[in-house]
């Protein structure tokens, strides 16, 4: 599967922006999907994920209440919204997926990786 992330950019601290990642290749719910960023200077960590089917979530301690993920398996696409930015959120944002996986949180069983987009946030 071929990974594109989108909707980064510079914003203000307390905005949002919404983060799209498209897929293409095999079918887009045989993979469970998560958000990874990486912080200038840190390693990457892990953001959020959901399952196969979309019924289950899990969000980073540092996001949770402010970041949602979804998926919209009909048009092969999995959606973060970022709202309540912070400063401290500003990274490269990367969606990843896991082929064959019913719902992960760990890195290292996501196979397929986009590029990333990047989320400046300003104080």
């Known amino acids: 599967v071929q990974l594109q992330a989108s909707g980064g950019g510079l914003v203000q601290a307390g905005g949002s922006l919404r983060l799209s990642c498209a897929a293409s290749?095999?079918?887009?719910?045989?993979?469970?999907m998560g958000w990874f960023r990486q912080a200038p200077g840190k390693e990457r960590e892990f953001v959020a994920a959901?399952?196969?089917?979309?019924?289950?979530?899990s969000y980073a301690d540092s996001v949770k209440g402010r970041f949602t993920i979804s998926r919209d398996n009909a048009k092969n696409t999995v959606y973060l919204q970022t709202n309540t930015l912070k400063p401290e959120d500003t990274a490269v944002y990367y969606c990843?997926?896991?082929?064959?996986?019913?719902?992960?949180?760990?890195?290292?069983?996501?196979?397929?990786w986009g590029k990333g987009t990047q989320v400046t946030v300003s104080s």
């Open positions: 990843a997926a896991a082929y064959a996986v019913e719902f992960t949180t760990v890195p290292g069983r996501y196979g397929y």
């Open positions: 290749g095999r079918t887009f719910s045989s993979y469970a």
């Open positions: 959901i399952s196969r089917g979309g019924g289950s979530t």
